[in-house]
Nanobody
Framework: QVQLVESGGGLVQAGGSLRLSCAGS????????TGWYRQAPGNQRELVAQ???????NYADSVKGRFTISRDNAKNTVYLQMNSLKPEDTAVYYC????????WGQGTQVAVSS
């Protein structure tokens, strides 16, 4: 089994920045794709950004140019740098790895005030 622990969320004003971290209990990020997802109240969980095993990245249109996903294999951690935050980015953010697609951590809350 694996554990993924998300951290780094908080309350920020519109236009601000946050960096989220997803720490894995084992080294799986360089072998399988990892995605950051978010879920706002009343909405379905959506994919925000993904980094594949070879380092390719993909982003939802709503965050392109503002969010950056990256990976530190030595620390078994995937990051999500979020800049120019908007109130509509408010959600609980989760990371998920393709090796264990059924596993979801507790998430980290991001709240952006206008």
């Amino acid at each position: 089994q694996v554990q993924l622990v998300e951290s780094g969320g908080g309350l920020v004003q519109a236009g601000g920045s946050l960096r989220l971290s997803c720490a894995g209990s084992r080294n799986i990020f360089n072998a399988y794709a990892t995605g950051w997802y978010r879920q706002a109240p009343g909405n379905q969980r959506e994919l925000v950004a993904q980094i594949t095993n070879n380092g390719s990245t993909n982003y939802a249109d709503s965050v392109k140019g503002r969010f950056t996903i990256s990976r530190d294999n030595a620390k078994n951690t995937v990051y999500l740098q979020m800049n120019s935050l908007k109130p509509e980015d408010t959600a609980v953010y989760y990371c998920n790895n393709a090796r264990y697609p059924w596993y979801w951590g507790q998430g980290t809350q991001v709240a952006v005030s206008s």
